[in-house]
């Protein structure tokens, strides 16, 4: 059995919680590798242990049976869609802030030793494949976990998008953007911006407009058999910004639309507890504390 330890280096200082981890497997017979979840930054200056080799991640993952991340919620999302292209579990050791994702705290860093006998169960989330055209030209095209996200950026005016689903349109919103979420993504921005909580191994896509201004807005949760398409007005100068899953945003202007539908890979989630995600929901977010 081979499993990559993906450790974020701003959160794992010195691979801490990783270097534990290679040792509880590999008493189990697991073979391990270190690599890093994305590139450092240039100027920065993480500590990394000099005695240990970080192989590619990309070259790793075709015969890798497990990846394991240490970090918060970002660094299960950035490794999500590596590692779904290759059909690979991830399970997400919480060493961030909130780690509404991740199975496992730090403090539980012992129950990874079942691992090697299969004691686990994996749970599949949807994706979202998330195109932006230009005619009929793709100009982007990734997948997401969370939530794609078309905001009028720091530009203080408000942005004006047309909503569409298989053709027909919804809306017209006058705000700040609209989310489009999964069931995953339903306790991330969407949330935050007024849209609902949907258990996270649903199959839906959730539309959250982002401080409308309009009275009759109102999030929508849609069959994910549905193609949500985003764009600006007809005739309209103004641009606006698409991100996924909270990374680097690219511009959507004139004739750009945005096409948001079902991914025809699932996120594969490794399962150690049985934490009920209501309880999760408590803990992790504030809600009821008995």
């Known amino acids: 059995m081979k499993i990559i330890l993906s450790s974020n280096p701003y959160r794992d200082h010195g691979m801490r919680a990783a270097q534990q981890a290679q040792k509880i497997l590999e008493r189990e017979g697991v073979q391990c590798c270190f690599c890093l979840p994305f590139e450092i930054e240039s100027g920065a200056r993480p500590e990394l242990p000099r005695h240990l080799r970080f192989a590619e991640l990309q070259q790793e993952l075709p015969d890798a049976d497990l990846l394991i991340c240490f970090g918060g919620d970002g660094t299960i999302l950035h490794a999500a869609k590596d590692a779904t292209r290759h059909d690979v579990p991830i399970l997400g050791i919480n060493m961030g802030s909130v780690g509404f994702m991740a199975e496992l705290e730090e403090r539980e860093l012992g129950q990874i030793k079942r691992l090697a006998s299969g004691d686990y169960t994996i749970e599949e989330r949807m994706m979202l494949r998330v195109s932006l055209m230009r005619g009929k030209q793709v100009v982007y095209d990734e997948l997401a976990l969370n939530d794609a996200v078309i905001s009028k950026g720091s530009i203080a005016r408000v942005a004006e998008l047309d909503v569409a689903a298989d053709g027909v349109n919804i809306c017209r919103l006058t705000g700040d953007g609209v989310v489009v979420a999964t069931p995953t993504g339903s306790t991330a ?74 991914a025809e890979c699932r996120t594969r989630l490794v399962r150690l507890t049985d934490k009920n995600f209501y309880q999760l929901l408590n803990q992790k977010l504030g809600g009821y504390a008995p």
């Open 189 to 262: 921005y969407s949330m935050s911006a007024g849209g609902p909580i949907v258990e996270p191994n649903s199959d839906n896509l959730i539309v959250t407009p982002v401080c409308a201004h309009q009275l009759s807005a109102r999030p929508m949760v849609m069959s994910a058999g549905r193609t949500i398409t985003v764009r600006l007005p007809s005739k309209s100068r103004k641009s606006v910004y698409l991100s996924t899953d909270g990374g680097k945003s690219v511009r959507v202007s004139g004739n750009d639309r945005v096409e948001i539908r079902t």
